[in-house]
């Protein structure tokens, strides 16, 4: 019996440990799969949809919203945790990335996460990656001119969770607007053969948008923080009321420079479908896009509104 089993495809043998084959894949066990390996062969034997959920950890109510989404659109959810070295532009903001995997394995279960897939870097990059994306225009503005090789990085890892995931449909959060464009484009220009999802952007009770990076503001800074949302609500109003954008833009900017602790790297207002500027006479959907540092911490929020 042991050498039959030595022979089996990996996944048989994980799915052996577990349950048994009238149930396979088994619901409410959330499995873990560190290699590629193992995920891949595990998908070839999932029957129905798949909806997955790419994160660097840390998860919060958005993640989970995100897991949520795809439960209810799939027949199974995986979930990625990994921190993509090759997407960061700043070391310090890679070191002090947080970790925590045992809450979010926790979490992850609670939500009936199917599956989570939580490689080492050296699972992900066995070599040194020298692709290089072009995404255009697209990736020449706001987080792309900021921090520049920031989305060949994004696209290199999506790209492989992709190809060993193998999805029918991926969920990503509208707080990283220019990503789930930049994730578009990708999945059009490869030929990806799967449905990207878009979730609105969940916030803490006084606007701040939720990320992994709230964590490392102190406690001043996480008074402050909700000054973000505020300024581009404050903007989307006044563009409603068909104000001039750049006077409005400029209003804002000055306010922010009074607050203490903030520095501001970009506010923009832009078209929502390619990130490039726009003026009054624009109608369309419409984004406003923020990024500032409180500290050494770098938050971004963004809002996309309808202009007719
Ligand atoms: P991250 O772990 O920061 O890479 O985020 C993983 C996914 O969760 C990305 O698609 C994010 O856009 C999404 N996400 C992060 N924060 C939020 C939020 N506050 N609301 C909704 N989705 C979010």
């Known amino acids: 019996m042991q050498n039959y089993i030595k022979k089996l495809p990996f996944s048989i043998v994980i799915a052996k440990q577990y349950f048994s084959f009238a149930d396979y894949p088994a619901k409410n066990l959330l499995k873990i799969f560190k290699t590629v390996q193992e995920l891949t062969s595990f998908r070839t034997f999932t029957k129905g949809s798949t909806g997955f959920v790419p994160t660097m950890g840390a998860l919060h109510s958005g993640h989970l919203s995100l897991i949520r989404s795809s439960k209810n659109e799939n027949d199974f959810t995986g979930c990625s945790i990994f921190v993509n070295p090759i997407q960061f532009t700043n070391p310090e903001d890679f070191e ?30 066995p070599k040194t990656v020298s692709l290089k994306f072009d995404f255009g225009n ?7 001119a900021f921090r520049p090789g920031h989305f060949n990085g994004v696209a290199i890892v999506v790209s492989k969770l992709f190809h060993a995931a193998l999805p029918q449909r991926a969920y990503f959060g509208r707080k990283d607007l220019q990503q789930t464009l930049v994730i578009k484009q990708l999945t059009t220009d490869l030929g990806f053969n799967l449905e990207i999802r878009v ?45 001039k954008i750049e006077e409005m833009i400029a209003a804002a900017k000055y306010n922010l420079l009074t607050v203490k602790g903030l520095r501001l790297e970009y506010l923009e207002v832009a078209n ?21 540092y409180l500290g050494n911490v770098r938050l971004i929020d963004n809002v996309v509104f309808m202009k007719s």
């Open 96 to 125: 002090k990335y947080p970790s925590t995997l045992d809450q979010d394995l926790k979490l992850l279960e609670e939500e009936g996460c199917d599956w989570v897939f939580t490689p080492s870097v050296l699972e992900m990059y």
């Open 138 to 144: 697209l990736e020449n503005v706001m987080e792309g």
């Open 199 to 243: 979730q609105e952007t969940l916030r803490e009770a006084d606007g701040l948008a939720m990320s992994s990076r709230n964590v490392r503001l102190d406690q001043f800074q996480r008074q402050l923080a909700p000054v973000i949302y505020q300024t581009i609500s404050f903007l989307q109003t006044k563009i409603l009321e068909g104000e």
């Open 272 to 292: 929502a479908s390619n990130l490039q500027s726009i003026d009054n006479s624009y109608k369309g959907d419409i984004a406003i896009c923020i990024a500032c």
